[in-house]
């Protein structure tokens, strides 16, 4: 009877073996769905991020732009306050007026060239 009880013990670790392979497996694709699953959820919120570093960048250079602007327009202001001779010559150029025995040459601008 002895030999009918070890056919019996064979089959255990043919068993486990199968039995180990399917819960790797299991653990693995567990794993696999949990990565997925993190990868869904943060996707959106790396593209957000992404999408407001470019509006950022772009807010960025229009205040470059305005600095720039302002800082031209605070120049002219300066001088149209302070320097009477600047403002003479805003006068002149903008009514096309000439000091007796002075002559304006004005200059076109040329057609571009177009390609």
């Known amino acids: ?5 070890e056919y019996s013990n064979y089959a255990e ?10 819960t790797r497996i299991l653990y693995l694709l567990v794993l696999v769905a949990a990565f997925i699953l993190l ?13 407001q570093q ?3 960048q772009n807010l960025k250079q229009q ?4 600095r720039a602007s ?5 120049k002219k202001l300066t001088l149209l306050q302070n320097d009477p001779s600047y403002t003479e010559l805003l006068a002149r ?3 096309d007026l000439m000091k007796p025995g002075e002559t304006i040459f004005r200059m076109e601008p ?6």
């Not at 040329?110 to 390609?115: K, M, T």
């Open 54 to 56: 470019h509006a950022l």
């Open 93 to 95: 150029d903008k009514l």
């Open 13 to 22: 670790p043919r068993d486990d073996w199968i039995r180990s392979l399917l």
């Open 39 to 51: 990868t869904c959820w943060f996707l959106p919120l790396v593209k957000e991020q992404q999408r």
């Open 70 to 74: 302002y800082n031209r327009q605070s």
């Open 63 to 66: 205040v470059e732009q305005e």
């Open 1 to 5: 009877m002895t030999s009918g009880s």
């Open 110 to 115: 040329g057609p571009e060239n177009s390609r």
